[in-house]
């Protein structure tokens, strides 16, 4: 059976808002994959504490989610999993 979703614990440069977090993403987003692209990628912010995020991605959405955060560079991944309870 293959994950519907997947979590990843995101360390920022910075302390961070859920919203600024957001507008990163879309933003690395748009410049990957253009305005279409970004529109596609749908993420959720479950929680921000100081300078970590955790997110939840679709897991057909995990490649894009990937390759938009190696591109910007206030977010840097530190863990994913296929279930919040194996990320924590």
């Known amino acids: 059976m293959n994950p519907r ?3 990843l614990d995101v360390e920022c440069v910075a302390e961070q808002t859920e919203l600024a977090i957001r507008r990163i993403i879309e933003e690395g987003a ?3 994959f253009g305005e279409w692209g970004a ?3 749908h993420v959720d912010v479950l929680h921000v504490s100081e300078r970590r995020a955790l997110l939840r ?3 057909e959405q995990l490649r894009k989610l990937r390759a938009t ?3 910007a560079t206030q977010l840097r991944v530190q863990a994913q999993a ?5 990320l924590v």
């Not at 296929?82 to 194996?86: D, K, Y």
Request: glycine share 4%.
């Open 82 to 86: 296929p279930t919040l309870q194996a």
């Open 39 to 41: 529109g596609a990628l």
């Open 5 to 7: 979703y997947f979590y």
């Open 57 to 59: 991605v679709e897991a």
């Open 69 to 71: 955060i190696t591109l």
């Open 30 to 32: 748009k410049s990957v």
